[in-house]
Protein backbone atom coordinates (compact mmCIF):
# COMPACT_ATOMS: atom_id res chain seq x y z
CA UNK A 1 0.00 0.00 0.00
CA UNK A 2 1.48 3.31 -0.98
CA UNK A 3 2.66 5.59 1.90
CA UNK A 4 4.07 8.88 2.89
CA UNK A 5 7.80 8.89 4.47
CA UNK A 6 9.02 11.09 6.36
CA UNK A 7 13.20 11.82 7.31
CA UNK A 8 14.32 12.33 9.81
CA UNK A 9 12.34 10.30 12.47
CA UNK A 10 14.10 12.58 15.43
CA UNK A 11 16.49 15.31 14.92
CA UNK A 12 18.15 17.00 17.89
CA UNK A 13 19.05 20.95 16.78
CA UNK A 14 20.42 23.78 19.40
CA UNK A 15 18.74 27.16 18.64
CA UNK A 16 19.62 29.17 15.77
CA UNK A 17 20.16 25.96 13.62
CA UNK A 18 18.24 25.48 10.15
CA UNK A 19 16.55 22.32 9.91
CA UNK A 20 14.99 20.82 6.45
CA UNK A 21 12.42 17.95 7.27
CA UNK A 22 11.99 15.51 4.35
CA UNK A 23 8.80 13.71 3.07
CA UNK A 24 8.17 11.69 0.39
CA UNK A 25 4.39 11.90 -0.60
CA UNK A 26 2.39 9.02 -2.26
CA UNK A 27 3.22 9.28 -6.20
CA UNK A 28 0.14 10.27 -8.06
CA UNK A 29 -1.48 12.54 -4.76
CA UNK A 30 -1.14 16.34 -5.93
CA UNK A 31 -1.87 18.39 -2.82
CA UNK A 32 0.94 18.15 0.27
CA UNK A 33 0.71 19.44 3.86
CA UNK A 34 2.76 20.00 6.64
CA UNK A 35 1.20 20.18 10.33
CA UNK A 36 2.65 20.00 13.90
CA UNK A 37 2.18 18.81 16.47
CA UNK A 38 3.72 20.03 19.96
CA UNK A 39 3.80 17.43 22.66
CA UNK A 40 0.05 16.53 23.80
CA UNK A 41 -1.08 19.55 21.75
CA UNK A 42 -3.71 19.22 18.83
CA UNK A 43 -2.52 19.34 15.25
CA UNK A 44 -1.72 22.32 13.78
CA UNK A 45 -2.07 23.35 10.44
CA UNK A 46 1.18 24.77 8.78
CA UNK A 47 0.59 25.18 5.00
CA UNK A 48 -0.60 23.40 1.87
CA UNK A 49 0.99 23.30 -1.45
CA UNK A 50 -0.51 22.34 -4.82
CA UNK A 51 0.74 23.15 -8.71
CA UNK A 52 4.06 24.15 -7.16
CA UNK A 53 3.14 26.99 -5.23
CA UNK A 54 1.97 27.38 -1.28
CA UNK A 55 -2.00 27.71 -1.44
CA UNK A 56 -2.83 28.32 1.82
CA UNK A 57 -0.89 28.75 5.10
CA UNK A 58 -1.42 29.57 8.43
CA UNK A 59 -0.04 32.45 11.04
CA UNK A 60 2.31 29.98 12.60
CA UNK A 61 4.13 29.83 8.96
CA UNK A 62 5.77 32.98 9.22
CA UNK A 63 8.96 34.11 7.52
CA UNK A 64 11.30 31.63 9.14
CA UNK A 65 9.34 28.55 7.40
CA UNK A 66 9.38 27.72 3.57
CA UNK A 67 8.42 24.43 1.63
CA UNK A 68 9.78 23.26 -1.44
CA UNK A 69 9.47 20.73 -3.86
CA UNK A 70 12.35 20.50 -5.73
CA UNK A 71 11.72 17.49 -7.59
CA UNK A 72 9.25 15.22 -8.77
CA UNK A 73 8.88 12.83 -5.11
CA UNK A 74 10.63 15.13 -2.27
CA UNK A 75 8.53 17.64 -0.21
CA UNK A 76 10.57 19.54 2.51
CA UNK A 77 10.22 21.91 5.45
CA UNK A 78 12.83 23.90 6.59
CA UNK A 79 13.04 26.16 9.40
CA UNK A 80 15.93 28.91 8.91
CA UNK A 81 16.92 29.30 12.62
CA UNK A 82 15.14 27.53 14.96
CA UNK A 83 13.57 28.51 18.56
CA UNK A 84 12.53 26.29 21.21
CA UNK A 85 8.79 26.63 20.96
CA UNK A 86 9.64 24.92 17.40
CA UNK A 87 9.79 21.53 19.28
CA UNK A 88 7.28 19.34 18.00
CA UNK A 89 6.17 16.72 16.13
CA UNK A 90 5.85 17.70 11.95
CA UNK A 91 4.00 15.38 9.94
CA UNK A 92 3.97 15.86 6.17
CA UNK A 93 0.47 14.60 4.28
CA UNK A 94 -0.74 14.36 0.87
CA UNK A 95 -4.00 14.02 -1.24
CA UNK A 96 -5.21 13.56 -4.61
CA UNK A 97 -7.50 16.51 -6.45
CA UNK A 98 -10.66 17.10 -5.55
CA UNK A 99 -12.26 15.44 -2.03
CA UNK A 100 -10.06 13.77 -0.65
CA UNK A 101 -8.75 12.43 2.98
CA UNK A 102 -5.22 13.23 3.86
CA UNK A 103 -2.69 10.61 4.01
CA UNK A 104 -0.57 10.80 6.75
CA UNK A 105 3.90 9.77 7.50
CA UNK A 106 4.62 8.72 10.72
CA UNK A 107 6.33 12.52 11.65
CA UNK A 108 9.65 14.05 12.05
CA UNK A 109 10.25 14.79 15.81
CA UNK A 110 12.02 18.27 16.30
CA UNK A 111 13.91 19.04 19.74
CA UNK A 112 15.44 22.42 20.01
CA UNK A 113 17.80 22.49 22.65
CA UNK B 1 -13.30 30.99 9.87
CA UNK B 2 -13.96 27.38 9.71
CA UNK B 3 -13.29 25.67 13.78
CA UNK B 4 -13.77 21.97 14.71
CA UNK B 5 -14.58 21.01 18.80
CA UNK B 6 -13.81 18.09 20.27
CA UNK B 7 -15.44 18.46 23.87
CA UNK B 8 -14.57 15.99 25.34
CA UNK B 9 -10.67 15.92 26.57
CA UNK B 10 -10.65 12.85 28.11
CA UNK B 11 -13.15 9.71 28.22
CA UNK B 12 -12.44 6.64 30.13
CA UNK B 13 -14.47 3.14 29.04
CA UNK B 14 -14.15 0.06 30.07
CA UNK B 15 -13.62 -2.78 27.70
CA UNK B 16 -16.84 -3.83 26.13
CA UNK B 17 -18.68 -0.70 26.88
CA UNK B 18 -20.25 1.36 23.89
CA UNK B 19 -18.20 4.63 22.58
CA UNK B 20 -19.39 7.72 21.86
CA UNK B 21 -16.95 10.56 20.69
CA UNK B 22 -18.40 14.05 20.10
CA UNK B 23 -17.37 16.16 17.31
CA UNK B 24 -19.31 19.95 16.43
CA UNK B 25 -18.09 21.91 13.58
CA UNK B 26 -18.55 25.62 12.29
CA UNK B 27 -18.53 26.09 8.61
CA UNK B 28 -20.57 27.69 6.09
CA UNK B 29 -20.09 25.56 2.97
CA UNK B 30 -20.89 21.88 3.54
CA UNK B 31 -18.02 19.91 5.14
CA UNK B 32 -15.90 17.00 4.22
CA UNK B 33 -15.76 15.75 7.54
CA UNK B 34 -12.97 13.29 9.38
CA UNK B 35 -11.87 10.85 11.99
CA UNK B 36 -8.24 10.02 12.96
CA UNK B 37 -6.92 7.84 15.36
CA UNK B 38 -3.35 8.50 16.79
CA UNK B 39 -1.53 5.66 19.12
CA UNK B 40 0.99 7.38 21.00
CA UNK B 41 4.43 7.92 18.75
CA UNK B 42 2.77 7.16 15.68
CA UNK B 43 1.08 9.02 13.24
CA UNK B 44 -2.66 9.71 12.15
CA UNK B 45 -4.70 6.77 10.65
CA UNK B 46 -7.88 7.60 8.89
CA UNK B 47 -10.93 5.79 10.81
CA UNK B 48 -13.75 6.93 8.36
CA UNK B 49 -14.99 9.82 6.09
CA UNK B 50 -18.20 11.93 5.30
CA UNK B 51 -18.50 13.63 2.03
CA UNK B 52 -21.28 13.46 0.72
CA UNK B 53 -24.96 11.16 0.35
CA UNK B 54 -25.64 8.83 3.24
CA UNK B 55 -25.54 10.14 6.70
CA UNK B 56 -24.10 7.20 8.36
CA UNK B 57 -20.95 6.28 7.36
CA UNK B 58 -19.27 3.18 8.48
CA UNK B 59 -15.44 2.93 9.04
CA UNK B 60 -12.35 0.56 9.90
CA UNK B 61 -11.82 -1.59 13.27
CA UNK B 62 -15.99 -0.98 13.77
CA UNK B 63 -16.46 2.44 13.86
CA UNK B 64 -19.09 4.69 12.52
CA UNK B 65 -20.24 8.17 12.59
CA UNK B 66 -22.86 10.33 12.00
CA UNK B 67 -23.30 13.42 10.36
CA UNK B 68 -25.77 15.54 11.76
CA UNK B 69 -26.00 18.51 9.47
CA UNK B 70 -29.00 20.40 11.78
CA UNK B 71 -26.57 20.04 15.05
CA UNK B 72 -23.36 20.72 13.11
CA UNK B 73 -21.97 17.25 14.48
CA UNK B 74 -20.19 14.13 13.22
CA UNK B 75 -19.74 11.87 16.61
CA UNK B 76 -17.83 9.05 16.52
CA UNK B 77 -19.00 5.37 17.51
CA UNK B 78 -18.58 2.09 18.52
CA UNK B 79 -20.84 -0.35 20.03
CA UNK B 80 -18.04 -2.32 21.83
CA UNK B 81 -14.85 -1.01 23.06
CA UNK B 82 -11.44 -3.03 22.40
CA UNK B 83 -8.55 -2.32 24.98
CA UNK B 84 -6.70 -2.12 21.58
CA UNK B 85 -8.56 1.35 20.99
CA UNK B 86 -6.89 3.11 23.86
CA UNK B 87 -5.64 6.54 21.90
CA UNK B 88 -6.33 9.79 20.67
CA UNK B 89 -8.98 10.30 18.55
CA UNK B 90 -8.82 13.32 16.05
CA UNK B 91 -12.29 14.67 14.02
CA UNK B 92 -11.16 17.14 10.85
CA UNK B 93 -12.89 19.07 8.56
CA UNK B 94 -12.50 20.40 5.07
CA UNK B 95 -13.85 21.22 2.24
CA UNK B 96 -14.19 22.22 -1.56
CA UNK B 97 -13.56 25.68 -1.15
CA UNK B 98 -10.32 25.76 1.24
CA UNK B 99 -6.71 23.78 1.09
CA UNK B 100 -6.99 23.51 4.50
CA UNK B 101 -7.99 20.93 7.15
CA UNK B 102 -8.93 21.86 10.26
CA UNK B 103 -8.53 19.53 13.06
CA UNK B 104 -10.31 19.55 16.37
CA UNK B 105 -7.93 19.14 20.08
CA UNK B 106 -8.43 15.76 20.33
CA UNK B 107 -9.95 13.29 23.01
CA UNK B 108 -7.76 10.58 24.31
CA UNK B 109 -9.18 7.02 25.25
CA UNK B 110 -8.92 5.34 27.89
CA UNK B 111 -9.96 1.83 28.26
CA UNK B 112 -10.33 -0.40 31.51
CA UNK B 113 -9.89 -4.09 31.64
Known amino acids: EPEVTQTPSHQVTQMGQEVILRCVPISNHLYFYWYRQILGQKVEFLVS????????KSEIFDDQFSVERPDGSNFTLKIRSTKLEDSAMYFC???????????FGEGSRLTVL | AQSVTQPDIHITVSEGASLELRCNYSYGATPYLFWYVQSPGQGLQLLLK??????LVQGIKGFEAEFKRSQSSFNLRKPSVHWSDAAEYFCAVGTSGTYKYIFGTGTRLKVLA
Open chain 1, 49 to 56: FYNNEISE
Open chain 1, 93 to 103: ASRTQGAGELF
Open chain 2, 50 to 55: YFSGDT
